[in-house]
């Protein structure tokens, strides 16, 4: 069931089907203060382009670099360094490494020999480009690849892309493949949960947007929702992926605490929230102790939801507080292991002028994908 952005591979192929070619600029490596982190990308071909690298003159530069791959519309890859407050005025400061590959549409069948790897769990891709081309090989990690076993051994968090140069100029970009962002269960679709799923939608993570009303979820919708009658609603908490943050807040209070009762039985959501009130609360946290729940569990249920400070009871008000605490909780391990990843490998700055050390004019290179399993 697809549930919101996932990895770009089935994104790209799926684009592949209405235009020419596609062309991924991605963030592969960042020093100091930048825009976005290294892994956030977007995708640009003849219709226009969709994601951001962290806007402003950077995601100008590159836009217009994508744009001539499009134009000569054959494989290619390059890499482009900029030191962002030297060479485009920004203010942030660092130094970041910027990947540019184009996908023609004869590198469908390639990418779909990607898929069925991606559907057995994570891998690394490797992408070299040098003057022979441009060339695919996919790892699980072995002893023979140290590269590939340390990204796979790592919290997807601290999992960032790295570049490696040779002497011979050859230029390989590292990244994991997997499901990138979190999943998140939303149960409701009432006024708030309308606003809350518009918002989610737009957030680093897998929306899943369930209610048991007919016709109630928009149709709009019907590639990250399902309806399902209240019991069989109940029944699906079992189905959530280890480490699912799950909102509920259907219409039926009954039907939430089901539904909270289920995710605490679990023992293994990454957070549970409960809109309503602080009686509501003390309602449903009085009867999780006459069923049989300890203090420890009982604990892991947030309600009320939302951050503090925001008085407005518009439904989307409230979804822009939910959306917002969501966003804390989920952000937490980033943070932590944002050091880590921003010192993810060394770009040295240029000086002056153009620089081969720093590689901020690396040339394109052409060549066709040979995936390697």
Known sequence: MSAGPQTWVPT???????????VRVVVAQVQGSTPREPGAYMLVDAAGSTGTIGGGRLEWEALEAAREMLQQGTRGARLMNRVLGIDLGQCCGGVIAVWLECFPQDCLAQLRALEP?????????ATAASAKGVQHTISRGSAADATAAALLDLPRARAAPQVRRTAEGEITFVERLDE??????????????????????????????????????PAAAAEYSRMLPAAALVRAVAEAAPGTHFLVMTHDHALDYELCRAVLMRADAAWLGLIGSQSKAARFRSRLRRDGFGAPIIE???????????????????????AAQLMQILSQPAAEAADAVAGSGPIAPCTAGECAQCGRHEPLTQGTVVTQT
């Not at 559907?119 to 891709?125: D, F, H, M, R, T």
């Open 12 to 22: 790209v192929i799926q684009r592949l089907s209405r235009v020419p070619a596609v």
């Open 117 to 125: 790897c991606l559907a057995e769990g994570p891998v690394v891709l």
């Open 180 to 217: 990138e962002y979190p999943a998140v269960w939303l149960f409701g679709a009432g006024h708030v949960g309308q606003a809350l799923a518009g918002m989610l939608l737009q957030l680093p993570l897998r929306l899943l947007w369930q209610d048991s009303r007919p016709g109630q979820l």
């Open 300 to 322: 892991q249920l947030t309600c009320p939801i939302g951050v503090t400070g925001i008085k407005s009871k518009w439904p989307a008000a409230i979804a822009v507080a939910i």
